[in-house]
């Protein structure tokens, strides 16, 4: 039951430039989603969030859009420095549950 | 404090034996979480604790599992006759409600288990 795929297990980006990182859903019902880094042997780290009545959240050099017609959620980071290199997590909710549910990840590498 | 703590952080143990982790969260956080994740994949969600009621626990929890937050608190993980597909990391992550049933968790570093 794949209801939320991260179909980039990685990408490589050079420092400066944008890096966009993608996740796709299939349950129209979620109505919350969230963004995680994780970095080696810790635990993962919120970034971002966005709920369903928006299409777009800013915080400094992350940005988060959600094309629900397309059940589509991106992460952009401008512009990418090297403590960016992670593995990033999408994780959205349903109504009605406490239950997130992560995609696979995609490993982010910034070359410097 | 500085965050979510577990304990222990890594334990190798023999397949058949018990097993139990810690989880002791944010302090004013009464929301907590425990989550598997296997090489490769992303956290599973195994349980969710609101103060100290096991409000919703996934289908995928066999009965080996059992968690438990007596006091709203601290909780423990316990996995009984463990098996070799047990091997994973053990996530647990706690939070406030921020209203219209939103949260932002904040993950511990986790439990990595070994079964031999």
């Known amino acids: 039951d794949q209801q939320v795929k991260q179909n980039s297990p990685s990408l490589s980006v050079q420092e400066g430039r944008i890096s966009i990182l993608n996740c796709d859903y299939t349950?129209?019902?979620?109505?919350?989603f969230l963004w995680y880094k994780k970095y080696p042997a810790e635990g993962p780290t919120f970034l971002i969030s966005i709920s369903s009545i928006k299409d777009k959240n800013e915080d400094g050099r992350f940005t988060v859009f959600l094309n629900k017609s397309a059940k589509h959620l991106s992460l952009h980071i401008v512009p990418s420095q090297p403590g960016d290199s992670a593995v990033y997590f999408c994780a959205p909710k349903k109504p009605g549950t406490y239950k997130y549910i992560f995609g696979t990840g995609t490993r982010l590498k910034v070359l410097a | 404090d500085t965050g979510v703590s577990q304990d222990p952080r890594h334990k190798i143990t023999k397949r058949g034996q018990n097993v139990t982790f810690r989880c002791d969260p944010i302090s004013e956080h009464n929301r907590l979480y425990w989550y598997r994740q296997t090489l490769g994949q992303g956290p599973e969600f195994l349980t969710y604790f609101q103060n100290e009621a096991q409000l919703e626990k996934s289908r995928l929890l066999s009965d080996r599992f059992s968690a438990e937050r007596p006091k709203g608190s601290f909780s423990t993980l316990e996995i009984q006759r463990t098996e070799q597909g047990d091997s994973a990391m053990y996530l647990c992550a706690s939070s406030v409600e921020q209203g219209a049933g939103t949260d932002t968790q904040y993950f511990g570093p986790g439990t990595r288990l070994t079964v031999l």
């Open positions: 349950n129209s019902m979620f109505d919350y």
